[in-house]
């Protein structure tokens, strides 16, 4: 397993890591279904039907999430270049594809190794729309999908999640039981500790997301304050480090 290394400098909002660490709390695709990403790379195509404003909101999350990284794993805009042979790669698009729910975001758990997508057939579908059950409005929104496509799970959705926050349902819209986005993971499919939660994870909806009344919809048992400002959480990066293999120093924003 890999500990992150650590020396005792502080530049900018980097801060070394000194410490050893458990599995605390984040969420890890296990199905092998979804594979992690050969080569730490993801390379994807923006649909010409997004706005420029859209397009750089997208462009930006990207950016964000592989500037937490340490640029370990890089995203690669295939969008102008073109298509390399034999890659695989991610359509972001309003619809997300075929039998994707309406009004709403949707990204696979990693990359498909589904046998139903045989070669030459690489590309898989990712949703991101704007509007009710959308998440265009920030480029921490847009980072919630792309976090998911490299295999981190919702930290609302983990087993155990009650122990920590408080869903209430009778503030749920109609259009959150369709997309399941408040269902809890099955156990097997994720790698997770129930004891453990993350507050902070930029793999947390919103507290207000799919509220049809505009009270709030998640709510922290214990006073702890859900926040994410846009940027990975220092578990998001640990984990995303331990499944990728990298060596980086994790932002500590929260
Ligand atoms: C789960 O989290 C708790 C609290 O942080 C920690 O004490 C424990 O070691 C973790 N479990 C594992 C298996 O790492």
Aim: hydrophobic content about 35%; glycine content about 8%; overall charge neutral.
């Amino acid at each position: 397993m890999f500990v992150p290394y650590g020396i005792s400098l502080f530049f900018g909002l980097w801060i070394i890591l000194t410490n050893c660490y458990h599995a605390e709390g984040y969420v890890l695709n296990t199905n092998p279904t979804f594979a992690k990403w050969p080569g730490n790379t993801v390379p994807f195509l923006i649909s010409p039907e997004y706005s420029p404003a859209e397009q750089s909101t997208i462009r930006l999350a990207a950016a964000q999430l592989q500037a937490d990284m340490g640029n370990c794993i890089r995203f690669v805009d295939l969008t102008n270049s073109g298509i390399p042979t034999n890659t695989h790669y991610v359509i972001i698009s309003k619809s997300g594809g075929p039998g994707v729910p309406a009004s709403s975001c949707y990204s696979f758990p990693g990359m498909v190794v589904s046998p139903s997508q045989p070669p030459p057939s690489y590309a898989q579908h990712m949703a991101i729309q704007n509007g009710p059950g959308g998440c265009l409005s920030s480029t921490r929104q847009v980072m919630r999908f792309l976090a998911s496509v490299l295999g981190l799970r919702g930290e609302h959705n983990k087993p155990g999640r009650d122990n920590f926050i408080q869903i209430n349902i009778q503030n749920v819209d109609r259009l959150a039981p369709l997309v399941g986005a408040f269902n809890e993971y099955d156990p097997r499919t994720v790698a997770f500790n129930a004891t453990d939660f993350d507050y902070n994870s930029i793999s947390m909806l919103d507290p207000l997301s799919y509220s049809r009344n505009g009270a709030p919809v998640i709510v922290s048992r214990n006073g702890r304050p859900i926040f994410n400002g846009g940027r990975l959480s220092f578990r998001d990066c640990y984990a995303l480090s331990l499944m990728y293999g990298c060596m980086v120093q994790c932002p500590t924003f929260y």
